[in-house]
């Protein structure tokens, strides 16, 4: 079965490269993107062990890279069917310790680069009345953990948008979701910026976050295989009616669940999308 093309960022690595593998073997043509996927030997392994995946250089930080790179899929295949926002990492630290430059950096990253990528691929979706988009945040935008403000802000901020996009394009036939994964044994950490190693004694938040370090080291140690959240962004892909949102396991449908009264987000779709289709007069109660 040949399910069309798929857009994945973040590739080189971790969830993303196991989404590749994920869905190419359920059948789709992935174009891997990341910053430099000829330095991914993984990735490229993939690329030789089949003719279901393409490598391409996509910089989601670089506006022209992003415009370029996306064009550039369009004219090799046509179409892009499923974009799988996946670029991103963490960034530890507490408000006083950020400097502006901190934030912007996460922001730039794990907000804007996801706001590009998605906004280049939906004129063509739009226009064809197809397409999905799928984004992993992370139980981080759902609540907000010690020491990763920078993180938390932009995965909050990511699912403000996905959640204020998905009743419009909707209207077009296409559908938006977001994925919320917990702790996953990838890279994270050691790929995080910020304050993942030792700190400083004399800085007063050096006892809360080192304990705090300790114990998300052994939370992602523990964590859930990155071809298991794989598989769930497959069966997104694959879901007849998918949702607005998802957990990739139930330990992170739990967390959600201690935050969200409808962990799909299938309700609240329901009613934002009431807003484009009655009057004032005819709209749902809260």
Known sequence: MDRGIALVTGASSGIGLAAVAALAADGWRVVATARRPDQAPALTDLVAAGDRVQLRSIDVTVPDSVRSGVQ????????IDLLVNNAGAGHRGTLEQLSDDELRGSWELNFLGVARVTRAVIPGMRARGSGRIVTVTSSNGVIGMPFSDAYNASKFAVEGLMEGLAPVLAAFGVSVSVLEPGPVRTAFLRNAGGRTGSVDPADPYADLLGRYNATMAGLLGSGEEPASVAEVIAGI???????????SSPAATALAGRKLVDPTGDTVVAGTSAFLQHGADRLPGP
């Open 237 to 247: 892909a694959r879901d007849p009616r998918p949702h607005l949102r998802y957990q």
């Open 72 to 79: 550039a899929v369009l004219t090799d295949h046509g179409a």
